[in-house]
């Protein structure tokens, strides 16, 4: 077979370049536009954001008023305790609809295009999750004033408290990237939900978040103290309430830092190398 | 001529349960503005030589060029040069047409402006200016692929690759599209389309490679290839299977081709469509064999798959067609393939 060489013509896009800077200006738009097409695609299904705020609201209003009384806490009111529980549950079960987003648009084929345009090849992921991130940004707003409502009063001040929703919120971003990691495996989004909350389940409730883990059988103890969750349960209890802080706050976010180290270029392997 | 698409001994196997050879040393050329169809039933490899040419899957073996640009050491340039448009639908039926255009635009890094004209330019052309600010959800399944085609468009690709771009289609959908393709080739676009139906390919290719297993066997202009074949195909029904072997054995010296009985039907490809019709009808006559069916058409992908192979192409996954699976593409074929590849159970998925 005989090769001839075409120049390449004129196009309308902006010129292909190996340079690192270009690159990286083009990985960060790209992003943006994956992340504003994700944003845009929530406006449109409603219904999934209403679902999102509505179960934690239901999850507040059980343990505040059905389980809650049966709870001792230590120091502080059972709704104080619970609070930041109930923010770090809501924001690992967003982290989901991380892996069941990518699992759908695997399904329907816009991973191949995408996968076939001259975008970075990050960016499909980068734009899911920074979209995941700001609708848990949204929900841990909603779930502040839900909170007031049923008298939660953090005692540390604003400053703190902020500090405890952007600790959580980074947490949720990690966990997201492993997220996508279950989203890419999947061979559908029903698959990737399957496996994700089983993933989730114990590590939201074998963890400090609903009760004390000195109630627990001793050999829960270990692991509902220490493991990831829990860490950041218990770290963002101490932001918001008051108590020992540091020691919390590093290993939820060594933890934080783990995760992204380990799944982002895992997770952009996966991408890359899906067949 | 110089080459705009070039595969050359492409090889690709998929591991796993059933290990499947979907390109087994696939070579063609595609001239520059030329528009070459690659013809095979489904599972034949058709879309993962498409995944390959447009970089989303590595070769095991073998070499891709486009525009003289290997794909896989040049992936991020062959991107910028091409354009594709799906058997799925690939767009977000969560955004409207417009907003999916856009974004398209946006990821080929046009600039804002550029984006926003684009995509209304695009919009028009393809019809869909009065649904370009609706949801993809209340989309028509022609729409869709309309939309689809303008958003493989929106960076004005030299060459563009179209798999199976009207599978699913009606026929009046079909026909639209079809002239949407024809028009683009009069600007000069390259095109390497992927179809399963010869009278797709006989419409829009000037040459044709025939695919299956993962390897070209025939190749040529439709006219060519059809040549090859006879230009008509003979079809009658019979009454009982007993007729339908006399007939087969009747037949057999109508053209140079065996006739090949399906059930109660006979089929053989002719020459000459009306003589042998006649010598046909005269010979039943004959026996006293009333056929229920009598029919002379032209040739079909099927046909030309059985003068090539011996086999009709529609024996391998033949369900496809009506399935609903929103799989994407190359998932679809490499299960097809190993349905294919299973003997006990031809067209069952995994």
Same mark, same amino acid.
């Given at each position: 077979?005989?090769?001839?060489?075409?120049?390449?013509?004129?196009?309308?896009?902006?010129?292909?370049?190996?340079?690192?800077?270009?690159?990286?200006?083009?990985?960060?738009?790209?992003?943006?536009?994956?992340?504003?097409?994700?944003?845009?695609?929530?406006?449109?299904?409603?219904?999934?954001?209403?679902?999102?705020?509505?179960?934690?609201?239901?999850?507040?209003?059980?343990?505040?008023?059905?389980?809650?009384?049966?709870?001792?806490?230590?120091?502080?009111?059972?709704?104080?305790?619970?609070?930041?529980?109930?923010?770090?549950?809501?924001?690992?079960?967003?982290?989901?609809?991380?892996?069941?987003?990518?699992?759908?648009?695997?399904?329907?084929?816009?991973?191949?295009?995408?996968?076939?345009?001259?975008?970075?090849?990050?960016?499909?992921?980068?734009?899911?999750?920074?979209?995941?991130?700001?609708?848990?940004?949204?929900?841990?707003?909603?779930?502040?004033?839900?909170?007031?409502?049923?008298?939660?009063?953090?005692?540390?001040?604003?400053?703190?408290?902020?500090?405890?929703?952007?600790?959580?919120?980074?947490?949720?971003?990690?966990?997201?990237?492993?997220?996508?990691?279950?989203?890419?495996?999947?061979?559908?989004?029903?698959?990737?939900?399957?496996?994700?909350?089983?993933?989730?389940?114990?590590?939201?409730?074998?963890?400090?978040?609903?009760?004390?883990?000195?109630?627990? #059988?001793?050999?829960?103890?270990?692991?509902?103290?220490?493991?990831?969750?829990?860490?950041?349960?218990?770290?963002?209890?101490?932001?918001?309430?008051?108590?020992?802080?540091?020691?919390?706050?590093?290993?939820?976010?060594?933890?934080?830092?783990?995760?992204?180290?380990?799944?982002?270029?895992?997770?952009?392997?996966?991408?890359?190398?899906?067949? | 001529?110089?080459?705009?698409?070039?595969?050359?001994?492409?090889?690709?196997?998929?591991?796993?349960?059933?290990?499947?050879?979907?390109?087994?040393?696939?070579?063609?050329?595609?001239?520059?503005?030329?528009?070459?169809?690659?013809?095979?039933?489904?599972?034949?490899?058709?879309?993962?030589?498409?995944?390959?040419?447009?970089?989303?899957?590595?070769?095991?073996?073998?070499?891709?060029?486009?525009?003289?640009h290997d794909v896989t050491k040049k992936a991020n340039l062959v991107r910028s040069l091409i354009g594709l448009a799906g058997q799925y639908a690939a767009v977000d039926e969560n955004l409207t047409g417009r907003e999916n255009l856009q974004m398209v635009g946006s990821l080929n890094h046009l600039g804002r402006a550029q984006v926003a004209t684009r995509a209304k330019e695009l919009l028009d052309q393809f019809n869909l200016s009065d649904a370009g600010d609706r949801t993809l959800k209340t989309y028509s399944g022609g729409m869709r692929r309309r939309l689809d085609l303008a958003a493989?468009?929106?960076?004005?690709?030299?060459?563009?690759?179209?798999?199976?771009?009207?599978?699913?289609?009606?026929?009046?959908?079909?026909?639209?599209?079809?002239?949407?393709?024809?028009?683009?080739?009069?600007?000069?676009?390259?095109?390497?389309?992927?179809?399963?139906?010869?009278?797709?390919?006989?419409?829009?290719?000037?040459?044709?490679?025939?695919?299956?297993?993962?390897?070209?066997?025939?190749?040529?202009?439709?006219?060519?290839?059809?040549?090859?074949?006879?230009?008509?195909?003979?079809?009658?029904?019979?009454?009982?299977?007993?007729?339908?072997?006399?007939?087969?054995?009747?037949?057999?010296?109508?053209?140079?081709?065996?006739p090949t009985v399906n059930g109660t039907v006979v089929e053989v490809t002719v020459d000459h469509g009306p003589e042998s019709a006649m010598a046909g009808l005269r010979s039943l006559d004959t026996e006293k064999i009333v056929p229920t069916v009598f029919t002379l058409r032209e040739p079909s992908l099927d046909d030309v798959f059985l003068a090539l192979t011996g086999r009709r192409a529609e024996d391998e996954g033949e369900n496809e067609e009506v399935s609903t699976d929103v799989t994407p593409p190359g998932r679809r074929e490499r299960r097809r393939d190993r349905a294919a590849g299973?003997?006990?159970? #031809?067209?069952?998925?995994?």
């Amino acid at each position: 077979m005989t090769t001839g060489t075409i120049a390449a013509p004129t196009l309308t896009g902006a010129p292909h370049s190996d340079n690192v800077l270009h690159r990286a200006r083009w990985a960060a738009s790209d992003t943006l536009t994956i992340t504003k097409r994700n944003l845009l695609a929530l406006t449109r299904i409603p219904e999934a954001l209403v679902f999102g705020i509505i179960q934690p609201i239901m999850f507040v209003l059980l343990f505040r008023y059905v389980f809650g009384g049966a709870i001792q806490t230590e120091g502080t009111s059972y709704v104080n305790y619970l609070m930041p529980g109930i923010f770090v549950q809501t924001v690992c079960f967003g982290a989901v609809s991380t892996s069941i987003g990518l699992a759908e648009d695997l399904q329907k084929g816009l991973i191949e295009r995408f996968r076939a345009l001259p975008m970075a090849r990050s960016a499909v992921l980068a734009g899911r999750t920074t979209a995941d991130l700001i609708r848990n940004v949204l929900v841990v707003a909603i779930m502040t004033a839900v909170g007031f409502l049923v008298d939660f009063r953090p005692t540390t001040g604003v400053l703190a408290y902020l500090a405890g929703i952007l600790l959580i919120l980074l947490f949720a971003y990690s966990l997201s990237w492993g997220f996508a990691v279950i989203g890419l495996s999947a061979a559908n989004s029903e698959t990737a939900q399957v496996i994700s909350f089983p993933l989730l389940f114990p590590l939201t409730f074998a963890s400090s978040a609903f009760v004390p883990v000195a109630d627990m #059988p001793s050999w829960l103890q270990g692991f509902a103290t220490y493991q990831p969750v829990s860490v950041t349960v218990t770290a963002c209890r101490a932001l918001m309430l008051g108590g020992p802080t540091a020691i919390w706050v590093f290993q939820s976010l060594a933890w934080t830092l783990g995760f992204l180290v380990l799944m982002v270029p895992f997770a952009v392997h996966k991408y890359r190398t899906r067949t | 001529m110089p080459y705009a698409i070039e595969a050359d001994s492409l090889r690709k196997t998929f591991k796993g349960k059933h290990e499947v050879r979907a390109l087994d040393g696939v070579s063609f050329g595609v001239a520059e503005g030329t528009v070459f169809g690659l013809l095979g039933p489904n599972g034949s490899g058709k879309t993962t030589a498409v995944r390959v040419l447009t970089t989303i899957l590595k070769p095991d073996g073998g070499k891709a060029l486009v525009l003289g640009h290997d794909v896989t050491k040049k992936a991020n340039l062959v991107r910028s040069l091409i354009g594709l448009a799906g058997q799925y639908a690939a767009v977000d039926e969560n955004l409207t047409g417009r907003e999916n255009l856009q974004m398209v635009g946006s990821l080929n890094h046009l600039g804002r402006a550029q984006v926003a004209t684009r995509a209304k330019e695009l919009l028009d052309q393809f019809n869909l200016s009065d649904a370009g600010d609706r949801t993809l959800k209340t989309y028509s399944g022609g729409m869709r692929r309309r939309l689809d085609l303008a958003a493989a468009l929106v960076a004005r690709p030299t060459v563009l690759f179209l798999d199976e771009p009207t599978t699913g289609l009606d026929p009046q959908s079909r026909n639209d599209l079809w002239e949407v393709i024809e028009s683009l080739v009069g600007g000069g676009t390259t095109v390497l389309l992927t179809t399963q139906y010869l009278e797709e390919a006989d419409r829009l290719a000037s040459t044709l490679s025939v695919i299956d297993h993962g390897r070209v066997i025939a190749n040529g202009s439709p006219a060519e290839l059809k040549a090859d074949l006879g230009a008509t195909v003979l079809e009658v029904g019979l009454e009982s299977l007993g007729e339908a072997q006399r007939t087969a054995e009747l037949f057999a010296t109508l053209g140079s081709h065996t006739p090949t009985v399906n059930g109660t039907v006979v089929e053989v490809t002719v020459d000459h469509g009306p003589e042998s019709a006649m010598a046909g009808l005269r010979s039943l006559d004959t026996e006293k064999i009333v056929p229920t069916v009598f029919t002379l058409r032209e040739p079909s992908l099927d046909d030309v798959f059985l003068a090539l192979t011996g086999r009709r192409a529609e024996d391998e996954g033949e369900n496809e067609e009506v399935s609903t699976d929103v799989t994407p593409p190359g998932r679809r074929e490499r299960r097809r393939d190993r349905a294919a590849g299973s003997p006990t159970a #031809p067209g069952v998925r995994p």
